[in-house]
């Protein structure tokens, strides 16, 4: 789900098919994460959330994944369909700063799903 | 959209101007960002505020200011634009701490 260089991750699936998608984060200290999706031309939209005392997720269609002892995220997407392409991003939130309450959300670079009729 | 206008939509200024942007949201939430979206980099967080008056700094800051005088408009200013600010900024709220965050249409800046 880490894109390299300039170039995003993509994935190419069959409208139908099931679709997972992945993603790394880095703070260990991370409490929260959070799935978006976006369109060309939108802002991200909300999919899913996991809190970290949580190893699963399930919403319509969709499933969260979390594995904290490697720290990796994943989404699945059951029976993809053509309106399903868009960037997906996962994101985490970082927990208390030094200082107070003040919620960081740190953005992956998301991965591009296309879904072929 | 979650009661979140971002204006100007879009703008092309010159390298060196100072230039605002607003977001405005009705809904008296909290937390408010400001997030910037280049290819190959995602979204990448510029600054954010926890409250009136109440604001930190992200991971892409240099070269940005935020102010937020009332709960329902974060400014962010670039003092004298650069054309590696040329980007689309997106705004964000929290309706808490630990939520999910909701995103304005963002605001495609280009400076020539």
């Known amino acids: 789900g880490e894109s390299v260089g300039l170039h995003l991750p993509t994935l190419s699936v069959q409208e139908g098919d099931n679709s997972i998608i992945n993603c790394a984060y880095s703070?260990?200290?991370?409490?929260?994460f959070i799935w978006y999706k976006q369109e060309s031309g939108k802002g991200p939209q909300f999919i899913i959330d996991?809190?970290?005392?949580?190893d699963k997720r399930q919403g319509q269609r969709v499933t969260v994944l979390l594995n904290k002892t490697v720290k990796h995220l994943s989404l699945q997407i059951a029976a993809t369909q053509p309106g399903d392409s868009a960037v997906y991003f996962c994101?985490?939130?970082?927990?208390?700063?030094?200082?107070?309450?003040?919620?960081?959300?740190?953005f992956g670079k998301g991965t591009l799903l296309t879904v072929n009729p | 959209d979650a009661g979140i206008t971002q204006s100007p939509r879009h703008k092309v200024t010159e390298t060196g101007t100072p230039v605002t942007l607003r977001c405005h949201q009705t809904?008296?939430?909290?937390?408010m960002y400001w997030y910037r979206q280049d290819p190959g980099h995602g979204l990448r967080l510029i600054h954010y505020?926890?409250?009136?008056?109440?604001?930190d700094k992200g991971e892409v800051s240099d070269g940005y200011s935020v102010s937020r005088s009332k709960t329902e408009d974060f400014l962010l200013t670039l003092e004298s634009a650069t054309s590696s600010q040329t980007s689309v900024y997106f705004c964000?709220?929290?309706?808490?701490?630990?939520?999910?965050?909701?995103f304005g249409q963002g605001t495609r800046l280009t400076v020539v």
């Open positions: 994101a985490e939130n970082g927990g208390f700063s030094s200082g107070g309450s003040n919620y960081k959300l740190t």
């Open positions: 809904e008296n939430h909290r937390y």
């Open positions: 964000a709220i929290r309706i808490r701490g630990v939520s999910e965050a909701f």
């Open positions: 996991i809190r970290s005392n949580m």
């Open positions: 703070n260990s200290a991370s409490d929260y």
């Open positions: 505020s926890y409250g009136v008056k109440d604001t």
